[in-house]
């Protein structure tokens, strides 16, 4: 830019080319015109700086070559030191700039270098379990991801903390990977997919596995092309895909609670019961307690609960129950009864069609042997209403065994029996569907279950 004062010497110098009076002003205006030139020349080169370019664009400007080379060498060496790709700052280039403002100084020109060509800058990395999990620009938007991760849990009571550990950590980081809030909060809600197989036992179905991992059976499909349902076989591999959380939210409250106490069960000996026989005495009451707990949430879903105290407000009283010692008799089965024949229960003890089964039928082939199930005498030998051919040995001590729908009758009234003596041929005597052998156990006049004896 050329001064006021060089303005006025311009214009004295022009009036004085236009009316030149002698030779010796001729001379004069020859030595104006060097002046001139040479005053140009100074005022412009005030005005010249070295311009650093990439490409075709400046970005940045200096007072001396030097300084920009010894930058841009400096620079390529910490980035080759870093393994960093140096490409663009090894294609920049200095040359003479024209520029109506002041240069750039030391400090801002290697900012302003780095900032044009350097990929990485500083910024904050999202730490978690000692992994850099994304970068940021600042603490300010990664503390504002934290929060708002933490925002759906931090009404309920207690305290509300990461499961992870982590960790805002500042680093210098490439530019194309610093992600805004909204990208942040996407990444880490996503989560991350992982698969684990899971190897078939016997008996599993589709069904059972996928309630038990608390999973769609369309997904365990999905997540095993080919698989067919109905051809499951022991030991086959399916795969179980899952996502897990980058970032778990944990809160842990306290919570108070009444809970009931159950009746504990105070068992007497009483040898007036035959082994296998319980009378309820007494039937108790259950009491009640304040529980205080530590509970631990997880994503909002319970995963932990401790017990931290307990005030019992009400004692339970317990259930008082005679268990029963007595044997059969003093045999050689040692109060257990032998089985009377070879077969199957085909039907139990219990209720059936609307009325009441009184013993078990053992499903067994037409004229099977049955022995006596204990040593006894025989009290009944013959047809007996819906019972066909049936017999009935007294044990003792108010004991009977009964075997019905034989097909025959080996032995007869007052006849002593052995334990396992043969006394008859299994048959569908009577009322019976086909041959079994109905076996019952009378205690005192009453029908017991007979499984409570074998």
Not at 38 to 57: E, K, Q
Not at 357 to 381: C, N, Q
Not at 425 to 441: C, K, N, Q, S
Request: hydrophobic residues 40%.
């Amino acid at each position: 830019m050329i001064t006021d004062g060089a303005n006025r010497i311009l214009v004295r110098f022009m009036e004085f080319v236009r009316r030149p009076k002698e030779p010796a002003a001729i001379m004069g205006v020859a030595a104006y015109t060097l002046f001139i030139m040479f005053l140009v020349a100074v005022v412009n080169s005030t005005n010249m700086a070295w311009g650093v370019y990439a490409g075709d664009r400046l970005i940045a400007v200096t007072a001396d070559a030097s300084v920009a080379r010894a930058t841009i060498s400096r620079l390529i060496d910490e980035s080759r030191a870093k393994g960093e790709n140096s490409a663009q700052l090894e294609g920049l280039t200095i040359k003479k700039a024209k520029v109506a403002e002041g240069v750039t100084a030391g400090g801002d020109l290697q900012a302003a270098v780095r900032e044009a060509c350097m990929p990485r800058v500083k910024g904050v990395e999202l730490v978690v379990n000692g992994k850099a999990l994304l970068a940021m620009n600042s603490r300010k938007e990664a503390q504002q991801l934290l929060d708002e991760l933490k925002a759906p849990y931090a009404g309920q009571d207690g305290v509300t903390r990461f499961a992870e550990d982590v960790r805002l950590v500042d680093a210098v980081v490439d530019k194309k990977e610093i992600v805004n809030v909204g990208r942040g909060l996407e990444i880490v809600r996503i989560g991350t997919k992982k698969t684990a197989t899971y190897q078939i036992k016997d008996g599993d179905t589709l069904w059972d596995i996928a309630g038990n991992l608390g999973v769609s059976v369309e997904k365990l499909m999905a997540s095993n092309p080919g698989l067919r349902p109905s051809r499951l076989q022991e030991g086959d591999v399916i795969n179980l895909d899952r996502v897990e959380n980058l970032i778990n939210i944990e809160t842990v409250l306290t919570k108070v609670v009444t809970e009931e106490i159950g009746s504990p069960v105070e068992e007497r000996k009483d040898s007036s019961l035959f082994a296998g026989e319980r009378r309820v005495l007494a039937q108790g009451r259950s009491g009640k307690r304040e529980v205080t707990y530590e509970v631990v949430l997880r994503n909002g879903a319970e995963v932990e609960r401790r017990e931290v105290n307990e005030v019992v407000l009400e004692e339970p009283q317990p259930k008082v129950v005679a268990t029963g010692t007595r044997t059969l008799l003093a045999s050689r089965g040692g109060g257990r009864l032998a089985w009377p024949a070879v077969g199957y229960i085909s039907s139990g003890y219990g209720p059936r069609g609307g009325g009441m089964h009184t013993g078990i039928d053992i499903g067994t082939a037409y004229g099977s042997p049955v022995g006596a199930a204990e040593s006894g005498t025989v009290i009944m030998a013959q047809w007996y209403s819906g019972y066909g051919k049936c017999i009935d040995i007294s044990h003792g001590d108010g004991v009977v065994t009964r075997y019905a729908h034989l097909s025959s009758i080996n032995v007869s009234v007052g006849q002593a029996v052995e334990r396992g003596e043969f006394i008859g041929r299994v048959g569908d005597t009577g009322i019976a569907t086909g041959p079994h052998l109905h076996f019952e156990v009378i205690v005192g006049g009453r029908r017991v279950d007979p499984m409570r004896f074998l």
